[in-house]
């Protein structure tokens, strides 16, 4: 079995780590205030606060991306089928619009990060959320929280072990697993966005600021199974589907274009050797005799 080493088309230096980290440390502190803050803090006004942790984080990503792109050489092939899957994944993402847990999309980004590597598929969960967004009018203050939670779930596939060996059934099994616990993450964590701006006294699971994180984290958790379950299972059960059936022929193209893309190809131009040029062939002389 062949052990040569995955291409990447972005590959993570120290500068994209630490913009990595920086923004994944921003964004776990947005998703996670109403368990990390103490009851007596003044955080249930961060309804207003929204629109600034939705510039902030999204200046952010932007340089996450910038950093991705200013080390790794980002070239026009990696930014075409950037463009491409992008865009596919943001045409799939209304198809299940309004359905339960029928999200097409969430497959193309775990096969496109097992494939193309976490730094590529930050970048691409990110993009294809934000260009779905663009599509559906789907801009607010939780698209900054959804670019940065598809761009986990996609660099997390691309973080999965056996790369350059695992292949066949046991990659099949792999992405399936990941992709039905992911889904239920990115479901879990987006519920975070919004379940601390219910009113307290609208329900027993809404987040009250004034309870003891045990009891805002039993409170989350029962808005999760009475809101959620049903739409996480389904995004669930259909990413494991189209995993285990399209995965194969969506794999062998992902990886048949990445050869031929050739991203750590370096690209040289050969100066040409005027000393050749005598080699050349060329043409006896023609010679003409005058008429009478």
């Not at 998703?31 to 606060?49: E, K, Y």
């Not at 260009?131 to 996609?154: C, E, N």
Request: charged letters at 10%; proline letters at 8%; aromatic letters at 10%.
């Amino acid at each position: 079995m062949s052990t040569q080493r995955q291409a990447r088309a972005v590959r993570l230096g120290p500068r994209s780590l630490a913009a990595l980290a920086l923004v994944s440390a921003v964004g776990v502190a947005g998703f996670g205030w109403p368990f990390l803050a103490p009851p007596t803090s003044r955080l249930s006004a961060h309804a207003q606060d929204a629109p600034w942790l939705f510039a902030g984080l999204l200046v952010l990503l932007v340089a996450v991306v910038a950093a991705a792109i200013s080390e790794s050489g980002l070239g026009p092939k990696a930014v075409a089928m950037l463009g491409v899957l992008a865009a596919t994944g943001a045409a799939l993402r209304p198809i299940g619009a309004g359905t339960a847990g029928i999200e097409p999309m969430f497959f193309l980004m775990v096969l496109s990060g097992r494939v193309l590597g976490p730094g590529f598929g930050f970048v691409l969960g990110s993009v294809t959320m934000f260009a779905s967004a663009l599509l559906t009018g789907g801009v607010g203050p939780w698209l900054p929280f959804q670019m940065l939670a598809m761009g986990w779930f996609a660099m997390g596939a691309g973080l999965l072990p056996g790369p350059d060996r695992l292949r066949g059934r046991a990659e099949l099994a792999l992405l399936a697993a990941y992709g039905f616990l992911a889904a239920f993450a990115y479901g879990t964590i987006m519920n975070l966005a919004g379940w601390p701006f219910m009113s307290a006294l609208a329900s027993n699971v809404a987040f009250d600021p004034h309870a003891p994180v045990a009891t805002n984290l039993a409170r989350f958790l029962a808005y999760c199974l009475a809101t959620s379950l049903g739409w996480d299972l389904g995004r669930a059960v259909v990413t494991v589907v189209l995993t285990l059936t399209l995965g194969p022929a969506v794999l062998r193209a992902l990886r048949r274009a990445t050869r031929r893309a050739a991203f750590e190809t370096p690209v040289t131009f050969d100066t040409p050797d005027r000393g050749r040029v005598s080699e050349a062939p060329h043409m006896s002389p023609v010679t003409y005799e005058a008429g009478p």
